[in-house]
């Protein structure tokens, strides 16, 4: 199983960071503007659009309050198995946003690497302006 993992450190505060990662439905305002292009709610899902056509739908496994983990799986795509997490640590006097994805089959974690890339990429835009 390949496993991916993308940090970045933001110079927003963590708990802004933690608010906006807990906002399940809202990804693509309050998250990764311009990557994602729309998310819905739909029968207990949340169905992700990104800007280049792809759409997942994917499924709140946890909230970790205390660690400022959340947990969910993906299906959609070309992933047979998808598990992902956000986690929120302080860093300084910022954040530090750590993004896992475990997946199946392991050769499509070079794409999926890469759209973790752009969408971290907005995400540092969204805080760090």
């Given at each position: 199983m390949a496993s991916v993992l993308k940090q970045i450190i933001l110079a927003a505060n963590p708990d802004a960071v933690w608010e906006a990662v807990c906002d399940f439905g809202a990804p693509h305002t309050r998250?990764?503007?311009?990557?994602?292009?729309?998310?819905r709610m739909e029968d207990g899902e949340r169905v992700?659009?990104?800007?280049?056509?792809?759409?997942?739908?994917?499924?709140?496994?946890?909230?970790?309050?205390?660690?400022?983990?959340?947990?969910?799986?993906?299906?959609?795509?070309s992933a047979s198995y998808h598990h992902a997490s956000f986690?929120?640590?302080?860093?300084?006097?910022?954040?530090?946003?750590?993004?896992?994805?475990?997946?199946?089959?392991?050769?499509?974690?070079?794409?999926?690497?890469?759209l973790m890339d752009q969408v971290m990429a907005a995400i540092k835009a969204k805080f760090d302006g």
């Open positions: 998250m990764a503007p311009g990557v994602l292009a729309d998310c992700v659009s990104f800007v280049n056509g792809l759409v997942l739908r994917e499924r709140l496994l946890d909230i970790d309050e205390h660690e400022r983990r959340l947990a969910y799986t993906a299906r959609g795509g986690r929120v640590e302080p860093d300084g006097e910022g954040t530090r946003l750590s993004w896992r994805v475990d997946l199946l089959p392991d050769e499509i974690a070079p794409g999926v690497s890469g």
